[in-house]
């Protein structure tokens, strides 16, 4: 089923109910499909500890100050 984007936000507890029964979605902005509802995954994606073991570097500065230029875009 497809919906546009004015439809979905109206109509977005009837459409997240059907979701729920199994349905999928597609939500279009001037006839193009842009977003797709789908149930979520019980119980999320399983983690594995250890496995980005060698693909992750951290560098020796990684909690060095940082350059005064971006310190004072944060403060300002």
């Known amino acids: 089923m497809a919906v546009n984007i004015h439809d979905a936000k109206t109509h977005f507890s ?5 979701v729920l029964h199994g349905e ?3 939500i279009a902005k001037g006839g193009r499909p ?5 149930p979520a995954a019980e119980g999320g994606l399983a983690r594995t500890p250890g496995s ?18 971006i310190q004072r ?3 300002g």
């Open 14 to 18: 009837k459409l997240i109910a059907r």
């Open 24 to 26: 999928e979605i597609i």
């Open 34 to 38: 842009v977003a797709k509802l789908i």
């Open 52 to 69: 980005a073991k060698g693909k992750i570097s951290i560098k020796a500065n990684f909690d060095a100050p940082l350059p005064k230029k």
């Open 73 to 75: 875009a944060f403060e």
